[in-house]
């Protein structure tokens, strides 16, 4: 079994208080520490690797984004998926061959554009033609930012997922959705969804499965206790 379709697999019959937890390496050096920490699989957060690379979120130009995930994907042996934003206005043959020449086996793509939602049917058929070029390659991971965007209604988030997983989406990921609607989006959802977990707060990753995520992944926040713990260290040495 390739490494896509051992990632594939692992989102697929899992029991309730069970999801499938993913860690988010930020460099090679994070990812060798949740790899041997015993995570299946690692998922890299483009905010936590734009932060390493010192841009802001959504600032990391392609190049740098695809090398850093180059680089983390080669620093371990277990799946590697992308955060790619919104695929960098490139074209779905590019952007696939861009991700596998990168060593990974999946990809996040974000429905929205700056600080905008995406026309849903557009989107929905740009998907398409990436889930094609994939030919069952990558794991598309195709996030809803409805409530990123102050869409709080659940149903638009289970609309938009309805289309994605009809353009052939592998999961869907509702970013921010709060847990009380956790529920409601698991039913009016066909296929794993992606819950964002908190590391140190909220529910934990078997309280979300419970209310129907498939999988948790934390963004940067893995990231953001790592510096906040090394912030603590370097006070105290300050003399």
């Known amino acids: ?3 896509a379709e051992e990632f594939r697999a692992l ?12 860690a988010g390496a930020w460099d090679a050096v994070s990812a ?11 998922a890299t957060p483009s905010a ?13 130009p392609a190049q740098e984004m695809f090398a850093a995930v180059t680089r983390i994907a080669r620093a371990v042996d277990v799946p590697v998926s ?4 919104d695929g960098y206005g490139l074209a779905p043959k590019e952007l696939v061959e861009r991700l596998l020449e990168a060593g990974v086996v999946g990809c996040n793509l974000e429905d929205s554009r700056g600080e905008v939602l995406k026309d ?18 990558l794991f598309v991971n195709a996030r809803i930012d409805t409530f990123v965007r102050g869409v709080v209604s659940p149903e638009a988030a289970i609309a938009r997922a309805a289309r994605y997983v009809a353009a052939g989406a592998d999961c869907v990921y509702p970013i921010l959705a ?25 529910p934990t990753p078997a309280d979300l499965g419970a209310l129907g995520a498939t999988r948790v992944t934390f963004g940067p926040g893995l990231q953001r206790c790592g510096v906040a713990a090394l912030r603590e260290i370097a006070v105290r040495l300050v003399p």
Do not use: C
């Open 11 to 22: 989102h697929h019959r899992r029991r309730l208080d069970d999801p499938l937890v993913l």
């Open 48 to 60: 936590g690797v734009a932060a390493s690379l010192g841009y802001a979120d959504g600032k990391t």
């Open 120 to 137: 849903p049917h557009a989107h929905a058929d740009w998907l398409a033609e990436v889930v094609a070029e994939a030919d069952g390659s």
């Open 178 to 202: 709060p847990p009380v609607t956790l529920p409601l989006l698991r039913a009016g959802i066909q296929g794993p969804v992606n819950v964002l977990g908190d590391p140190v707060d909220g």
């Open 82 to 85: 992308a955060d790619v934003e």
């Open 1 to 3: 079994m390739g490494k």
């Open 32 to 42: 060798g520490v949740f790899a041997d920490a015993g995570f299946p699989a690692l």
